[in-house]
Structures are given as structure tokens and as C-alpha cells.
């Protein structure tokens, strides 16, 4: 009887095996999760020496390097723009828009979708750069 009661006798050990294994898995989750929240527009943006950092408060108009315009991570093929723009500008009352462009397009497009917003009565518009830390 001695033998059986000394087998299973209480411990006062904690076991907390599980409980890092819950934590290591939840971390490996937000690693994995964390990135995917920030739903940005992937766009290489140029380098500037007269570039500074910037709030973003205004409404950001974002052109990737495949011609494909986005008014805050919202696509908009570039023929619906002009009217689209007109539209937000009188639902939203836009006043100021910061525009971001891939280094890699032409020059025209970006200059088209300036006119577009200038035509649509925003006079506020932020043209967005990296800063160039080279001196």
C-alpha cells in the first residue's frame, strides 16, 4: 500500500508546457498577421534631398508601376479617375490630396492625374518622396 501512495502523490510543481506553447504559437501568428494589416499600395517611391516626412491626413492618390490608380487602397482604372475624383471632391469635401507615384512610370501619367485633381477643384496637393539622406 506504502509503494502505490508514494506513485502518486502530489507534486508542487507547476507544469506550464502548454502555456508556452499557446505563446509561441500566438507569436507566430501576429508575425505572420502583423504584416498583412497594414494594406498599403506597393509603390517604390523616388528619393528627394527636399522630401520630409509627412501626416498622413489627406486623402493619399497612390499610381503603381502597372499604371493602376488607387484613392486611398481603393483601385480606379485611369478612364473612371476624372469623374471618380469629381465625385469624392463633392461627397467628401477633399480639399488636399497627397499624391504617390512609382519612380519607374512615365512622366505624362503623372502629370494627367495632376490635371485630373487640379481640374476636380483641389488646389492642395502634396506630391510624396523619400527623403534622401546622402549629403
Known amino acids: ?24 504559437m500566438l507569436l507566430i501568428i501576429f508575425m505572420i498577421a502583423s504584416p498583412l494589416m497594414h494594406g498599403k499600395v506597393d509603390i517604390t517611391l523616388p528619393k528627394s534631398k527636399a522630401a520630409h516626412t509627412y501626416e498622413e491626413r489627406a486623402t493619399v492618390i497612390s499610381i503603381t508601376k502597372d499604371e493602376i490608380i488607387y484613392v486611398d487602397k481603393t483601385p480606379i482604372p485611369v478612364k473612371e479617375f476624372p469623374n471618380r475624383i469629381k465625385e469624392l471632391k463633392e461627397i467628401k469635401k477633399i ?16 502629370m494627367e492625374v495632376i490635371g485630373y485633381i487640379k481640374e476636380a477643384g483641389i488646389e492642395n496637393l502634396g506630391l510624396v518622396a523619400i527623403p534622401d539622406k546622402k549629403k
Not at 480639399?95 to 503623372?110: I, M
Request: aromatic content about 8%; glycine content about 4%; proline content about 0%.
Open 1 to 24: 500500500m506504502s509503494d502505490i501512495y508514494k506513485k502518486y502523490t502530489a507534486t508542487s510543481r507547476m507544469n506550464i508546457t502548454s502555456l508556452v506553447d499557446i505563446t509561441m
Open 95 to 110: 480639399d488636399e490630396v497627397s499624391l504617390k507615384a512609382d519612380e519607374g512610370l512615365h512622366y505624362g501619367l503623372v
